[in-house]
């Protein structure tokens, strides 16, 4: 069966960084769109990065543009989020997220797999 698993969160100190990585199994990776979402304690869970197996091109919510990259790695089935110059605010838990086809990258509804969640904590 498919496994997303996510590695890579823990604690840093406001304007740090961390790298998440989601590992899959059980799928055709190279042939799924991956994105990653986050939740925080008493928040809806949001959008924040995703990347098209397709074309490879990038997506971003807003409050990450510019300080966090996504990437993809099919050779190791792997995708990447690289976090930069993190914030207090972007204390969460982080998921990753794969689907065939999506029509809006970023509603959480149009992904099938989903990881356990990785928490990320920044300090200020």
């Known amino acids: 069966q498919v496994q997303l698993v996510e590695s890579g969160g823990g604690l840093v100190v406001a304007g740090g960084s961390l790298r998440l990585a989601c590992a899959a199994s059980?799928?055709?990776?190279?042939?799924?769109?991956m994105g990653w979402f986050r939740q925080a304690p008493g928040e809806e869970r949001e959008f924040v990065a995703a990347?098209?197996?397709?074309?490879?091109?990038?997506y971003y919510s807003d409050s990450v543009k510019g300080r966090f990259t996504i990437s993809r790695d099919n050779a190791k089935n792997t995708v990447y989020l690289q976090m930069n110059s993190l914030k207090p605010e972007d204390t969460a838990v982080y998921s990753c997220?794969?689907?065939?086809?999506?029509?809006?990258?970023?509603?959480?509804?149009?992904?099938?797999?989903w990881g356990q969640g990785t928490q990320v904590t920044v300090s200020s």
């Open positions: 990347v098209s197996w397709r074309s490879g091109r990038t």
């Open positions: 059980g799928m055709v990776f190279s042939n799924y769109n």
């Open positions: 997220a794969a689907t065939n086809y999506y029509n809006d990258y970023r509603r959480s509804a149009e992904y099938r797999y």
